[in-house]
């Protein structure tokens, strides 16, 4: 009988090959959506309700509410906690998997009404879904993922090449690693259905259908004429006020790792507040406290991995700051490990009128990459680290949890030490306060409930990885693969991107 050894190093080879060759859209994700927002065309949005590829129907409406206020030279267009109009106008499920592998969506955005106010035209294109594996075509279509794409996929296939064979060791589930293990191995004729089981429960299957909970952020691009808006949101930025300056320069920048080795990550928050109004305001956000690493941690986020799904509270690596590690950790993802917003938070001595401060470094994580030795992974982390300063704020703000914010100039500041990084260094120093939310997502934001059956999802497994293995699983395709994603490489011009080891696990040995 195979050794069990043997069969751990197939599948940790098999998912190495698949990250450096095959990875799925899910790993590469970043590359397209690493530039500066443009903060004159695009609004981001937080959906009221679920939007589902297996549930919602062509028509159905939705509402969601804005986010952060979206401003054009100094004036806001469109409101904080304005209201958008939707509709789906196409959707396209797995199913069983007979007709289609992906599921797709189409949305419209119709009209918006801004607090107060009543409703009005409005148009509106989705450019993206914030940490989401789905991607967004350039039509505003959603794609939802390949779920045979994945790690557990890649081992039905590839260990040789394609012959007629092939069909009948794809219908009893024995294509890839288990018909490797059934060749080597001496069993009865009866035990194929119990390998073939064995394997359906030992490996999960990613889910297929586009699933979009209350609480996911989007961002559209806007395609309507807007005219300034006068209410009070208008003056809701304050100027930089010189009483943070001495404040702010006086904070440590740079962040290290555990050897001393100097890291991209750069102190760009300071909240002024308890520690209860620190856990609160991230917490009513919609933020999660991040585990700590542990090999049940290291081993749910490389489960979490290698089945496309979500860890909304997965580890962060340790980052010390003047030797110190962080007192609080934060992150906000969405329904995939490979994407995340995140922040480290270390209490400081300083005091302002008798409240604590704390510093912070905001980084957002847009893909997954092999690090150097082919045993771990680490994330691709955005370059335009001004965007995740923003992108928290704006979230503290919507949550009600902020008194004021001011941007502040960090006199010495330059970022040529510190990595392939674009940022104009300024801190920005938020007084916090008792949160007042519009929505408490915390009662909304949860997944739509699947409708299929556990039988009709087997159903559905064994479909799609049977025509991964006749279609995909063989050594061609795989060339085929390889030289379209180089092709494509070399046609995009991709934007830079900061690769550095700030959150990496050690890929376990199974």
């Not at 979206?70 to 267009?77: A, D, I, N, T, Y």
């Not at 005219?227 to 920048?253: I, K, M, W």
């Not at 490990?337 to 480290?344: G, L, V």
């Not at 991964?468 to 991107?497: E, F, M």
Request: proline share 7%; hydrophobic share 40%; net charge positive.
């Amino acid at each position: 009988m195979i050794s069990f050894l043997t069969l751990a190093a197939f599948r940790t080879s098999a998912i190495l090959i698949w990250m450096l060759v095959l990875a799925p859209e899910w790993v590469k994700a970043g590359a397209l959506n690493s530039l500066p927002a443009n903060s004159e065309t695009t609004v981001t949005v937080r959906l009221l309700s679920p939007l589902s590829s297996f549930s919602s129907r062509p028509g159905d409406e939705f509402q969601a509410i804005v986010v952060a206020p979206m401003e054009s030279r100094g004036q806001v267009l469109v409101p904080r906690n304005s209201i958008v109009y939707g509709r789906v106008t196409k959707k396209r499920k797995v199913g069983r998997g007979f007709i289609h592998e992906r599921a797709t969506m189409q949305l419209e955005f119709y009209g918006w009404r801004p607090p107060g106010g009543t409703q009005q035209p409005f148009s509106a294109q989705l450019t993206e879904i914030d940490n989401a594996r789905e991607q967004v075509l350039t039509n505003g279509r959603i794609k939802g993922i390949l779920a045979t794409s994945g790690p557990p996929g890649f081992l039905l296939g590839m260990w040789r090449r394609p012959d007629l064979s092939m069909f009948g060791r794809a219908s009893i589930g024995f294509s890839g690693i288990a018909h490797f293990t059934w060749l080597q191995s001496n069993f009865h004729p009866a035990m194929a259905p119990a390998i073939a089981g064995l394997r359906m429960l030992a490996v999960r299957f990613p889910e297929p259908e586009i699933h979009l909970p209350a609480g996911s952020d989007l961002i559209l691009s806007i395609r309507s004429r807007l005219q300034p808006f006068g209410g009070a949101q208008q003056e809701e930025r304050r100027p930089e006020t010189s009483e943070f300056v001495p404040l702010a320069a006086a904070q440590p920048l740079l962040t290290t790792r555990g050897n001393g080795d100097k890291t991209a990550d750069i102190t760009n928050i300071l909240f002024i507040g308890s520690k209860d109004d620190v856990e609160q305001a991230f917490d009513q956000a919609g933020w999660h406290t991040a585990d700590t690493m542990a090999p049940q941690s290291i081993l749910r986020a490389y489960r979490a991995m290698t089945t496309q799904d979500a860890y909304l509270t997965a580890p962060v690596s340790l980052l010390q700051l003047e030797g110190r590690p962080p007192d609080l950790v934060f992150q906000r993802s969405l329904n995939t490990i490979a994407k995340r917003h995140h922040i480290r938070v270390w209490k400081q001595p300083d005091l302002v009128d008798g409240r604590e401060v704390w510093v912070a470094a905001a980084t957002h994580d847009t893909g997954i990459q092999v690090r150097a030795g082919g045993m771990s992974y680490t994330h691709r982390t955005d370059p335009y680290i001004d965007k995740e300063r923003r992108k928290v704020v704006e979230d503290l703000k919507f949550a009600g949890c902020v008194e004021s914010e001011n941007l502040v100039d960090r006199p010495d500041f330059s970022d040529e030490p510190y990595g392939r990084i674009s940022t104009d260094g300024r801190m920005s120093v938020v007084q916090l306060k008792t949160c007042t939310p519009t929505v408490d997502f915390r009662v909304v934001s949860q997944i739509p409930p699947e409708r299929i059956s556990p039988s009709a999802r087997l159903l559905r497994r064994f479909i799609l990885e049977n025509r991964h293995a006749i279609i995909r699983g063989n050594l061609y395709y795989v060339a085929y693969q390889g030289i379209s994603a180089q092709w494509k490489k070399r046609q995009r011009p991709v934007p830079p991107q900061v690769e550095r080891e700030t959150e990496s696990f050690d890929t376990p040995v199974d």
